[in-house]
C-alpha cells in the first residue's frame, strides 16, 4: 500500500500555519534555521461548566529548525487524542467529568528552553502530566523540574537513560545502550536487502560518545563493515565534506541514525549530487513532507526508514481505522511513530486515574507500577505494560512496533513492523 506525497501548494500552507500558530516559550533565540513544519488542527480548549473539570496536558517539543519533524508529530499526536476524548463528552473518575486541554512549548533542541517549558508547565500551570521533549540534554533539564515535583515526564530521551531514581521520567521508545530500537530496524531491513555488507554511518556531533558506540557494535553484530563514520553540527547545510569522503569508500548503505529530519533531507540530496547509487536507512525517519521538496523524488529512492502508512494491511483492522480517523482530521499530515506513542500516553494516563479514581501524580504512578496494570496499544489486540526494568531497573520503556518501508517512485512504500528485540 503506497502513501500520496504531499503537494507543494499545500506545503507552503502548513509552512505558513507554523509560523502563525506555533507558540514558543523558551528565552534564548533560535539557533538553528527553520524548515517547514506542520501543525496539529487547533483544538477547542474545553469551555468549564458546573461539574466538570479540566485536566491539562503539557507537550514540550521541537517545533522550529531542521529537527521539528521529530517534535510537531508530538504535538499532532496529543492534541489528537484530547479532540477525540473531549468530543466523546470527557472522561470521568468517580462523579467528576474531565475534558482535556493541551499547553503547547517549543524546547527548540535547547537544553535551556526545555528547562523554560518545564517550568512554565509545572510553575505557571500546574500541570503534572508533560509529553517531551525530543533530546537527551532537553530531558536532562526538564527532569530536573519534573521529577522532584511529582510530575510525570514522557520523552524521547535516547541516553537520558531511565533510573529508579526517576520514578517520574518515562521514555516513548526503546533506544539506549542495550540497542534494541536499531538491531530491530536493522533485522527488519536485512531481511529486504540482503546484499547490504559494508556500511557508513553519520550522526550528530553529540552522539559521538554514545549513539555512534552503541550503532557500530549493534551493526558490527549483524555481521555488517563500517567503512566510515561522520558527524556533523546541528544547523549544517554543507555536507559535501564528510560525504566526499563516504562516497569515494562506496559503501553499500549510508545510515542516518540521530541525524534529524531536516539535516537527512539534504544528506540524501548532496551524495546522490555526487554520485552516490546505494541505498540510505535510517530508524528514526522523517516524513515525505519534509524529504521529497528538498530530495526530489529519484534521490528519495531507496530510502529505507521506519515511517508509517497506517492504511496498508500489514497493521490490525483497528489500527488501520484509528489511521483513517487521523488522516480525516489531518489529510495533509503524514503519520509518524511519535505520533502513535503520544496518543497511546495520553490514553494509558486516563486509564490508570480511573483505577486510581484521582489525577493525584503520586497515586496515579502507583497504579502504573502495579504488575498487573496494562493499557491500550492502538488497536493491537493486546494491551501492553512499560517494560526496561531487567535493564534500566525500572519498568519505564513504552514497547513500540519498529515500522519499516522505502521511499520508491515517490512514494512511502510501507513493507512491515516487528517489535524491538535485541539479536
Same mark, same amino acid.
Given at each position: 500500500?503506497?502513501?500520496?506525497?504531499?503537494?507543494?501548494? +499545500?506545503?507552503?500552507?502548513?509552512?505558513?500555519?507554523?509560523?502563525?500558530?506555533?507558540?514558543?516559550?523558551?528565552?534564548?533565540?533560535?539557533?538553528?534555521?527553520?524548515?517547514?513544519?506542520?501543525?496539529?488542527? *487547533?483544538?477547542?480548549?474545553?469551555?468549564?461548566?458546573?461539574?466538570?473539570?479540566?485536566?491539562?496536558?503539557?507537550?514540550?517539543?521541537?517545533?522550529?529548525?531542521?529537527?521539528?519533524?521529530?517534535?510537531?508529530?508530538?504535538?499532532?499526536?496529543?492534541?489528537?487524542?484530547?479532540?477525540?476524548?473531549?468530543?466523546?463528552?470527557?472522561?470521568?473518575?468517580?462523579?467528576?467529568?474531565?475534558?482535556?486541554?493541551?499547553?503547547?512549548?517549543?524546547?527548540? %533542541?535547547? $537544553?535551556?528552553?526545555?528547562?523554560?517549558?518545564?517550568?512554565?508547565?509545572?510553575?505557571? &500551570?500546574?500541570?503534572? %502530566?508533560?509529553?517531551?521533549?525530543?533530546?537527551?540534554?532537553?530531558?536532562?533539564?526538564?527532569?530536573?523540574?519534573?521529577?522532584?515535583?511529582?510530575?510525570?515526564?514522557?520523552?524521547?530521551?535516547?541516553?537520558?537513560?531511565?533510573?529508579?531514581?526517576?520514578? #517520574?521520567?518515562?521514555?516513548? @521508545?526503546?533506544? /539506549?545502550?542495550?540497542?534494541?530500537?536499531?538491531?530491530?530496524?536493522?533485522?527488519?531491513?536485512?531481511?529486504?536487502?540482503?546484499?547490504?555488507?559494508?556500511?557508513?554511518?553519520?550522526?550528530?556531533?553529540? $552522539?559521538?560518545?554514545?549513539?555512534?558506540?552503541?550503532?557500530?557494535?549493534?551493526?558490527?553484530?549483524?555481521?555488517? !563493515?563500517?567503512?566510515?563514520?561522520?558527524? %556533523?553540527?546541528?544547523?549544517?547545510?554543507?555536507?559535501?565534506?564528510?560525504?566526499?569522503?563516504?562516497? +569515494?569508500?562506496?559503501?553499500?548503505?549510508?545510515?542516518?541514525?540521530?541525524?534529524?529530519?531536516?539535516?537527512?533531507?539534504?544528506?540524501?540530496?548532496?551524495?546522490?549530487?555526487?554520485?552516490?547509487?546505494?541505498? @540510505?536507512?535510517?530508524?528514526?525517519?522523517?516524513?515525505?513532507?519534509?524529504?521529497?521538496?528538498?530530495?526530489?523524488? &529519484?534521490?528519495?529512492?531507496?530510502?529505507?526508514?521506519?515511517?508509517?502508512?497506517?492504511?496498508?494491511?500489514?497493521?490490525?483492522?483497528? !489500527?488501520?481505522?484509528?489511521?483513517?480517523?487521523? $488522516?480525516?482530521?489531518?489529510?495533509?499530515?503524514?503519520? %509518524?511513530? *511519535?505520533?502513535?506513542?503520544?496518543?497511546?500516553?495520553?490514553?494509558?494516563?486516563?486509564?490508570?486515574?480511573? &483505577?486510581? =479514581? !484521582?489525577?493525584?501524580?503520586?497515586?496515579?504512578?502507583?497504579?502504573?507500577?502495579?504488575?498487573?496494570?496494562?493499557?491500550? #496499544?492502538? =488497536?493491537?489486540?493486546?494491551?501492553?505494560? @512499560?517494560?526496561?526494568?531487567?535493564?534500566? /531497573?525500572?519498568?519505564?520503556?513504552?514497547?513500540?512496533?519498529?515500522?519499516?518501508?522505502?521511499?520508491?517512485?515517490?512514494?512511502?512504500?510501507?513493507?512491515?513492523?516487528?517489535?524491538?528485540?535485541? *539479536?
Amino acid at each position: 500500500m503506497k502513501r500520496k506525497l504531499l503537494g507543494i501548494g +499545500a506545503l507552503v500552507l502548513v509552512l505558513a500555519l507554523l509560523v502563525t500558530l506555533m507558540p514558543a516559550c523558551g528565552k534564548e533565540k533560535e539557533e538553528v534555521t527553520p524548515t517547514p513544519g506542520v501543525t496539529p488542527t *487547533p483544538g477547542v480548549t474545553p469551555t468549564p461548566t458546573p461539574g466538570v473539570k479540566t485536566l491539562k496536558i503539557g507537550v514540550m517539543a521541537v517545533q522550529s529548525g531542521p529537527a521539528a519533524g521529530w517534535g510537531i508529530p508530538h504535538v499532532v499526536g496529543t492534541q489528537w487524542a484530547a479532540d477525540v476524548i473531549n468530543e466523546r463528552g470527557g472522561f470521568k473518575i468517580g462523579g467528576d467529568t474531565y475534558m482535556i486541554e493541551v499547553s503547547n512549548c517549543d524546547s527548540k %533542541y535547547l $537544553a535551556s528552553a526545555a528547562a523554560d517549558c518545564a517550568a512554565k508547565f509545572v510553575f505557571d &500551570e500546574g500541570i503534572h %502530566y508533560i509529553i517531551g521533549p525530543n533530546a537527551p540534554s532537553g530531558t536532562r533539564s526538564a527532569w530536573t523540574i519534573t521529577q522532584p515535583n511529582k510530575a510525570f515526564q514522557v520523552s524521547i530521551g535516547m541516553f537520558a537513560d531511565p533510573s529508579p531514581e526517576l520514578p #517520574y521520567y518515562f521514555q516513548d @521508545f526503546p533506544v /539506549g545502550w542495550d540497542g534494541v530500537w536499531v538491531s530491530s530496524f536493522l533485522t527488519e531491513l536485512l531481511e529486504d536487502r540482503p546484499d547490504i555488507e559494508t556500511v557508513a554511518l553519520i550522526n550528530q556531533t553529540w $552522539a559521538k560518545e554514545d549513539w555512534m558506540v552503541m550503532e557500530r557494535r549493534v551493526t558490527e553484530e549483524f555481521g555488517l !563493515t563500517v567503512v566510515a563514520e561522520e558527524t %556533523y553540527d546541528m544547523g549544517t547545510i554543507d555536507f559535501y565534506p564528510i560525504l566526499t569522503t563516504i562516497v +569515494a569508500k562506496n559503501p553499500d548503505a549510508i545510515g542516518l541514525e540521530s541525524t534529524d529530519p531536516g539535516s537527512m533531507a539534504l544528506i540524501i540530496k548532496q551524495a546522490r549530487e555526487l554520485g552516490y547509487q546505494g541505498i @540510505f536507512y535510517a530508524p528514526n525517519s522523517t516524513q515525505p513532507e519534509y524529504l521529497i521538496p528538498i530530495t526530489g523524488v &529519484e534521490a528519495a529512492n531507496e530510502f529505507y526508514n521506519n515511517g508509517m502508512d497506517l492504511t496498508s494491511p500489514v497493521w490490525p483492522e483497528e !489500527t488501520r481505522a484509528l489511521g483513517e480517523d487521523y $488522516a480525516r482530521r489531518y489529510p495533509d499530515l503524514a503519520f %509518524y511513530t *511519535p505520533t502513535m506513542s503520544a496518543w497511546i500516553i495520553v490514553n494509558m494516563w486516563i486509564k490508570a486515574m480511573q &483505577e486510581a =479514581g !484521582t489525577t493525584d501524580s503520586e497515586a496515579v504512578l502507583a497504579v502504573i507500577d502495579d504488575p498487573d496494570f496494562t493499557f491500550e #496499544y492502538f =488497536g493491537f489486540p493486546e494491551e501492553v505494560r @512499560f517494560g526496561g526494568k531487567e535493564y534500566y /531497573g525500572i519498568d519505564r520503556i513504552l514497547p513500540m512496533p519498529n515500522p519499516y518501508g522505502v521511499y520508491r517512485d515517490g512514494e512511502f512504500v510501507q513493507l512491515g513492523y516487528g517489535w524491538a528485540i535485541s *539479536p
